[in-house]
């Protein structure tokens, strides 16, 4: 990042302090320069970590909670009635560390309610 951005490294991708201003932060990709994963893009948030393993900016990193509100687009909680679109994962992502979020694959896809795929 400095190689970039030198002596701006502190004020790019500031996350954490748009989420503490208020600011409703949306994650997301470059697709289709960068694949379309949102667990990569909540990794990275979480762990700010550069190529070489070291952490970038550490006081802007988000927690598994944040980053994970920030990649469903303000959808609240599912509810008994819901036409919900959503994944079903073998693993709870809260409790994962950031690299491990990079990982992360559903066992199955619900489309308004409905089963719509089985992964395997």
């Known amino acids: 990042v ?3 951005w030198p002596g701006l490294e502190g004020r790019t991708y500031a996350f954490a302090d748009m989420v503490a201003a208020g600011a409703l932060l949306q994650l997301g990709s470059d697709a289709p320069v960068a ?3 949102p667990w990569l893009a909540m990794s990275a948030a979480v762990g700010r970590r550069t190529p ?3 952490v970038w900016s550490p006081a802007q990193r988000l927690t598994a909670e944040e980053a994970l509100a920030a990649s ?3 959808a609240g909680p599912v509810a008994v009635g819901s ?3 959503l994944v079903l994962l073998a693993e709870d992502p809260l409790r994962l560390e950031a690299e491990e979020l990079a990982g992360v694959r559903p066992v199955a896809t619900v489309v308004a309610g409905a ?3 089985l992964h395997g």
Do not use: E, Y
């Open 2 to 4: 400095g190689r970039v």
């Open 35 to 37: 694949p379309l994963d």
């Open 52 to 54: 070489d393993g070291s």
């Open 72 to 74: 469903v687009n303000g």
């Open 83 to 85: 036409q919900a679109d």
């Open 115 to 117: 089963v719509a795929h």
